[in-house]
């Protein structure tokens, strides 16, 4: 088996995990992804600088571009007044939905670069374990999908930015699934 060595902080190649993981590290009140200047192969505009004298500046992330909690506060409620009338989804939920509305906020709020509120609070998101004593099939997933789409287009990001919203929520959906 073949020995890797852990990525580091300044490696060119990192997977968002290890971006989000870097830049808590430098900044333990934000958990989006870092941004190496130098190990990404460009600094500031108009600053040249040398790896000895990075200075790391912050990644516009996506919580930053869409507005932070002026965004992903609207698309959870969006999302909720779908929940709260669906005859497959509503069971699953609590009667009090205040609670999973801050929740699903203060994670999506992390999960894209925002404050890391949710990990202060709650811990590890631990998605697939908290979901797990609720019934996911195929159906389920499919009307939470469905819920999201639609909170999604009503929330009117830009195409490139709901594309990566759906694309996340797609996979997310799908990993929730516990039951066939």
Known sequence: MEHLEPLSCTDPVRDGFHRRLCRLR???NRSGPPHD???NGHGAIG???SRETAIVDEEITLYDHVGGSAFFGPLVEHFYDGVEHDPVLRPLYPDDLGPGKRALRLFLEQYWGGPGTYSAEKGHPRL??????FVIGPAERDRWFHHMVAAVKRSGPSPEIEARLLEYFDMAAT????HE
Request: aromatic share 0%; charged share 25%.
């Open 128 to 133: 697939r374990m908290r979901h797990a004593p």
């Open 37 to 39: 200047p130098i190990a």
């Open 47 to 49: 600053q040249e600088r």
């Open 175 to 178: 990993a929730m699934i516990n």
């Open 26 to 28: 430098r900044n333990p």
